[in-house]
């Protein structure tokens, strides 16, 4: 979609439509041609309610060709999510009535450059749709442009511009997650980082099977044993090499049976969506380093697929991880083999803490629990450090990823100490996520750490306002604003 910004009215422009966004029983002011038009609409019709809309024909009243009316409800209860949801819904309503360009009016908020960046972010999202083996997709006409019209474009361009790349990488992040396990695995994604590296500018470093042997990865090569593709460590870098950077670690299982431990059949095939944490990794790297913030940057993805064979890892295990900067690798008792989200990460989180990282934060569809205690609304957030916390909730806020704070105090710790090795890894069905975060918090120490539970997140099988079926690309946009306003 192309996007653009003037200080040309939105109602004087001849294009296809016009949006005007409404508050709830307040008039929009606008040309005479507008109080014509508006003349015969009554309240049941459209009274500016949240997610109202009505699309109608100027008939030559004013020089757009269709005016789309959409309500923002209450002013006083507004917010980004309540514009950034308006915009989605607009996008899809405009797109439904075969129209691909348009002009957007924005409200009278506080911020224009806020009102761009909510707009923009929600446009682009809303106008994403996974086609890539839809041999006739006849229902979808995307939005090819969208001119934003404002008063002050200067703050308003650059705003505008921040969003694209932003939504853009969150859009590359849901491509790759939408991919199915036959298309996407391990070297496939590792070969996406090295493209990915390659447009941007990145530094990326990938270890195969035979390094990760030599390095003694052995949480990722037990979760990878039974697949005929094998595992890989994903490394990419951005920024001063001697500085000291923020780590992002994301959990790429490409396809997870389960394992020995094999899940029910009903809705596996959703599990091609288990790689989104570290995509969401990928994605956020891309967008960091388009805009460059000055911080350094270190994203490690570990990347395996979850199969059960004859050379699968087995219940009763004992696996032992990567040594890392304590140069003893940790010890798992392998109770669940379909607990292997928090294996890989493990031996992830110890490379970042042994590459010096100041901050580390993990991505990962983690546990089935976060989904039962905090539904598709928000990711599970958990850490040992308040002030990162008090940033990723401040960076959550302003992009409606949301995250909910869970407590991770030593009785959760206590959950999974094993009898035979150093941990277990399930603490049991009780408190589930908070136990899959306790074991992860073994392999980080003191540095500063935040862990984020995606699971109910990371993709959507109902239509959100502006988000279709699918992966939805969470954690790109909070990473992009996190890491880009880091001080």
Same mark, same amino acid.
């Given at each position: 979609?192309?996007?653009?910004?003037?200080?040309?009215?939105?109602?004087?422009?001849?294009?296809?439509?016009?949006?005007?966004?409404?508050?709830?029983?307040?008039?929009?002011?606008?040309?005479?041609?507008?109080?014509?038009?508006?003349?015969?609409?009554?309240?049941?019709?459209?009274?500016?309610?949240?997610?109202?809309?009505?699309?109608?024909?100027?008939?030559?009243?004013?020089?757009?060709?269709?005016?789309?009316?959409?309500?923002?409800?209450?002013?006083?209860?507004?917010?980004?999510?309540?514009? =950034?949801?308006?915009?989605?819904?607009?996008?899809?309503?405009?797109?439904?009535?075969?129209?691909?360009?348009?002009?957007?009016?924005?409200?009278?908020?506080?911020?224009?450059?806020?009102?761009?960046?909510?707009?923009?972010?929600?446009?682009?999202?809303?106008?994403?749709?996974?086609?890539?083996?839809?041999?006739?997709?006849?229902?979808?006409?995307?939005?090819?442009?969208?001119?934003?019209?404002?008063?002050?474009?200067?703050?308003?361009?650059? %705003?505008?511009?921040?969003?694209?790349?932003?939504?853009?990488?969150?859009?590359?992040?849901?491509?790759?997650?939408?991919?199915?396990?036959?298309?996407?695995?391990?070297?496939?994604?590792?070969?996406?980082?090295?493209?990915?590296?390659?447009?941007?500018?990145?530094?990326?470093?990938?270890?195969?099977?035979?390094?990760?042997?030599?390095?003694?990865?052995?949480?990722?090569?037990?979760?990878?044993?039974?697949?005929?593709?094998?595992?890989?460590?994903?490394?990419?870098?951005?920024?001063?090499?001697?500085?000291?950077?923020?780590?992002?670690?994301?959990?790429?299982?490409?396809?997870?049976?389960?394992?020995?431990?094999?899940?029910?059949?009903?809705?596996?095939?959703?599990?091609?969506?288990?790689?989104?944490?570290?995509?969401?990794?990928?994605?956020?790297?891309?967008?960091? %380093?388009?805009?460059?913030?000055?911080?350094?940057?270190?994203?490690?993805?570990?990347?395996?697929?979850?199969?059960?064979?004859?050379?699968?890892?087995?219940?009763?295990?004992?696996?032992?991880?990567?040594?890392?900067?304590?140069?003893?690798?940790?010890?798992?008792?392998?109770?669940?083999?379909?607990?292997?989200?928090?294996?890989?990460?493990?031996?992830?989180?110890?490379?970042?803490?042994?590459?010096?990282?100041?901050?580390?934060?993990?991505?990962?569809?983690?546990?089935?629990?976060?989904?039962?205690?905090?539904?598709?609304?928000?990711?599970?957030?958990?850490?040992?450090?308040?002030?990162?916390?008090?940033?990723?909730?401040?960076?959550?806020? =302003?992009?409606?990823?949301?995250?909910?704070?869970?407590?991770?105090?030593?009785?959760?710790?206590?959950?999974?100490?094993?009898?035979?090795?150093?941990?277990?890894?399930?603490?049991?069905?009780?408190?589930?996520?908070?136990?899959?975060?306790?074991?992860?918090?073994?392999?980080?120490?003191?540095?500063?750490?935040?862990?984020?539970?995606?699971?109910?997140?990371?993709?959507?099988?109902?239509?959100?306002?502006?988000?279709?079926?699918?992966?939805?690309?969470?954690?790109?946009?909070?990473? %992009?604003?996190?890491?880009?306003?880091?001080?």
């Amino acid at each position: 979609m192309r996007i653009s910004v003037t200080t040309t009215n939105a109602l004087s422009q001849k294009l296809p439509a016009a949006v005007l966004f409404t508050f709830e029983n307040e008039r929009p002011a606008g040309p005479a041609g507008l109080h014509q038009l508006l003349r015969n609409v009554g309240k049941k019709e459209f009274h500016g309610g949240d997610k109202q809309q009505l699309l109608l024909h100027t008939a030559g009243k004013l020089r757009p060709q269709r005016l789309l009316l959409v309500g923002l409800g209450k002013r006083a209860q507004f917010s980004h999510e309540t514009l =950034r949801r308006a915009a989605g819904h607009a996008v899809k309503k405009l797109t439904a009535a075969g129209l691909d360009r348009a002009a957007v009016a924005l409200p009278d908020t506080a911020s224009a450059a806020d009102a761009v960046t909510d707009i923009v972010d929600a446009a682009l999202l809303a106008g994403y749709h996974y086609t890539e083996f839809k041999s006739n997709d006849e229902n979808h006409t995307a939005l090819a442009a969208l001119t934003l019209c404002v008063r002050d474009p200067h703050g308003a361009k650059q %705003a505008a511009a921040r969003a694209q790349v932003i939504a853009e990488s969150a859009n590359f992040a849901r491509e790759i997650g939408n991919r199915p396990g036959n298309v996407v695995y391990p070297e496939v994604l590792a070969d996406y980082a090295r493209q990915l590296a390659k447009d941007c500018g990145l530094k990326c470093t990938v270890l195969d099977k035979p390094a990760l042997q030599r390095a003694k990865f052995g949480g990722l090569l037990a979760v990878g044993s039974g697949s005929t593709h094998d595992p890989r460590l994903i490394v990419l870098e951005y920024g001063a090499p001697t500085g000291k950077p923020v780590a992002l670690v994301g959990k790429a299982i490409t396809f997870d049976s389960g394992g020995i431990s094999i899940k029910p059949s009903e809705k596996m095939e959703e599990m091609k969506f288990d790689k989104c944490g570290g995509v969401a990794v990928l994605g956020a790297m891309r967008a960091i %380093a388009k805009l460059k913030p000055a911080v350094p940057v270190l994203a490690v993805i570990a990347s395996a697929e979850n199969l059960p064979s004859a050379t699968s890892y087995r219940p009763g295990d004992i696996v032992t991880s990567y040594p890392g900067k304590d140069k003893r690798g940790v010890t798992i008792e392998v109770l669940n083999t379909d607990a292997e989200g928090r294996i890989v990460l493990g031996d992830a989180l110890a490379y970042a803490r042994e590459r010096g990282a100041r901050a580390i934060i993990d991505f990962a569809t983690l546990t089935g629990a976060c989904v039962v205690a905090l539904g598709p609304f928000a990711a599970g957030l958990l850490g040992n450090d308040e002030t990162l916390q008090d940033k990723i909730r401040a960076a959550a806020e =302003r992009t409606g990823e949301r995250v909910w704070t869970l407590p991770l105090w030593q009785e959760y710790k206590d959950k999974i100490k094993s009898d035979v090795a150093d941990i277990k890894n399930t603490g049991g069905r009780e408190g589930g996520a908070i136990t899959a975060a306790a074991f992860l918090a073994k392999y980080v120490g003191d540095t500063p750490w935040a862990h984020l539970d995606i699971a109910g997140t990371a993709w959507t099988t109902t239509e959100h306002p502006y988000f279709a079926k699918g992966a939805t690309g969470y954690g790109v946009r909070l990473l %992009a604003e996190l890491l880009t306003r880091w001080s």
